[in-house]
């Protein structure tokens, strides 16, 4: 617990210094003849407008300029609006920030070992949750109710995230520069029938080597549901063996967190970097960022308040406030360290003892919700994709965003009750609709206090969950 709080205060600390540090030394673009000649050797291939662009060379040995101007100033020589393949080599070449840039691959390493540990994480945190299914004895009906509560609670939440994120539309006007293939929605134009019939791989190997989030989830719910058919001898040898690699791959990942003060710093500074020549740019991004922050946690209370108190008191005429009481202290827990696992055995006893939930319901439902059900997590994915694609100006048809939700559900599903594990299925969702994957960056900033919140009404609604299951199997509560 001491441990979580300091890593609360390291990230803070460390935005602050990113901040400083992205003010303090601002992205300049200036082309020296070096980066002149290997800008000219990126266009040269196959450029029809050759005279247009030899023209730029009248920006070599300039002095260092804000991006705007820098633009403004090769849109003058070039007598035309850049070509999008122009544009985007000058920019590259003309970069010049070495202090951001050092951190920057720092940050980048740390992304790239988030993105390392997530199939294994996922294949492993499915195959456990559902396998452990079976270890508990006959539990076909309450079984399936629990599935469908899970999958009920977790898409009403994406739909409150949704309606939140279209109403305070946060990201729009942010404006960031999508920094490669603007132009490739091509995934999400596909359509929605394409993404279902690609959830099933053709070679699971090939589907893992390309990250192929969908058809991964797929196999794993598959694998993890015929353990649970298999003979006793292989189910448990298989159950014991995916829940130590899960055990396995969750420690690293805590490891790989314990770092993020270090990788942040880089990937902020780098996103104030480029808008601090231009003050007002900041003010915009800093305002989108808390816009941001405020839908995932208005949708996040909305959720709580509203919708799954509505199923308590509809569907099993429980009273939320007891209810609520009753989980206070697992609700705390879940809030403090960001953690549904780590939450879990306050979780289990607060349902057990002062909501009365039966050990058969409640040793059943709660750890397969602390992995499978997360509300919080569904409704966050929806709302940081959407935010993602506002701020970087991209258009979401109807479909796409149909898309996001039934990916953000998935990756709810496939993400580990670990801290920040939230963060990292955003790249599902990102890949899926073909999003800019630097979007990460942009919100990773206030990403902690967001798993936080989402964490807690993770916790909430398995809580829920196990209460609405125990009264329909007829048990008398406390609640
Ligand atoms: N931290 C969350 C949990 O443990 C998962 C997430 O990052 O969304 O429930």
Not at 101 to 124: D, E, H, R, T
Not at 154 to 165: D, K, N, Q, W
Not at 413 to 427: C, K, N, T
Request: aromatic share 10%.
């Amino acid at each position: 617990m001491n441990l979580k709080m300091n890593l609360h205060w390291q990230i803070l600390i460390a935005i602050v210094l990113s901040v400083i540090l992205g003010v303090a030394s601002p992205t300049k673009y200036q082309l020296t003849d070096e980066d002149y000649e290997t800008f000219l050797s990126e266009i040269k291939k196959g450029e029809k407008t050759h005279e247009k662009t030899l023209k730029l060379q009248a920006l070599a040995g300039r002095n260092p300029y804000s991006e705007t101007l820098f633009l403004r100033l090769a849109t003058q020589l070039y007598e035309a609006p850049l070509p999008v393949k122009i544009k985007k080599s000058l920019l590259k070449n003309a970069w010049h920030n070495p202090l951001v840039n050092f951190f920057y691959i720092i940050g980048q390493l740390f992304i790239k070992a988030l993105k390392m540990v997530i199939v294994p994480l996922i294949l492993s945190s499915i195959i456990s949750g559902i396998a452990g299914v079976g270890s508990a004895g006959n539990l076909g009906r309450i079984g399936l109710k629990t599935f469908v509560y899970y999958l009920t609670s977790s898409t009403l939440a994406i739909i409150v995230g949704l309606f939140f994120v279209n109403l305070i539309q946060p990201g729009v006007g942010t404006n960031i520069e999508a920094p490669e293939k603007v132009e490739g929605l091509n995934s999400a134009r596909e359509g929605f029938g394409d993404i279902l019939y690609k959830i099933i791989p053709e070679n699971i190997f090939s589907a893992f080597a390309k990250q192929d989030m969908l058809a991964i989830i797929f196999f794993a719910l598959l694998f993890g549901f015929f353990i649970t058919k298999s003979s006793f001898k292989n189910r448990e040898f298989l159950t014991r063996f995916f829940d130590s690699f899960f055990e396995v791959m969750m420690k690293i990942t805590v490891f790989i967190i314990a770092f993020t003060p270090l990788g942040i710093i880089g990937l902020i500074a780098r996103t104030v970097a480029e808008q601090a020549g231009d003050p007002e740019k900041l003010a915009t991004l800093a305002q989108g960022l808390g816009y941001y922050a405020l839908a995932v946690i208005g949708a996040l209370l909305f959720h709580a308040v509203i919708s799954l108190p509505a199923i308590l008191k509809l569907i099993s005429n429980v009273s939320p406030k007891k209810h609520f009481l009753a989980m206070r202290s697992a609700l705390m827990t879940a809030f403090s360290t960001s953690s549904s696992n780590a939450t879990l055995s306050v979780t289990m006893s607060s349902v057990e003892n002062n909501a009365g939930v039966s050990r058969k319901v409640a040793g059943f439902t709660l750890p397969l919700g602390a992995t499978v059900n997360m509300d919080g997590t569904a409704l966050y994915e929806c709302v940081a994709a959407i935010f993602i694609a506002q701020a970087y100006g991209i258009d979401l048809s109807i479909s796409e965003q149909v898309i996001i939700v039934v990916t953000a559900l998935l990756a709810s599903i496939g993400a580990a009750g670990i801290p920040m594990a939230g963060l990292v299925m955003i790249s599902v969702i990102l890949v899926a609709v073909d999003l800019p994957l630097e979007g990460i960056g942009l919100i990773i900033a206030v990403d902690r206090i967001l798993d936080m919140f989402r964490t807690a009404v993770n916790v909430w609604s398995d809580s829920c969950g196990a209460v609405v299951i125990a009264k329909s199997e007829g048990e008398k509560l406390l609640v």
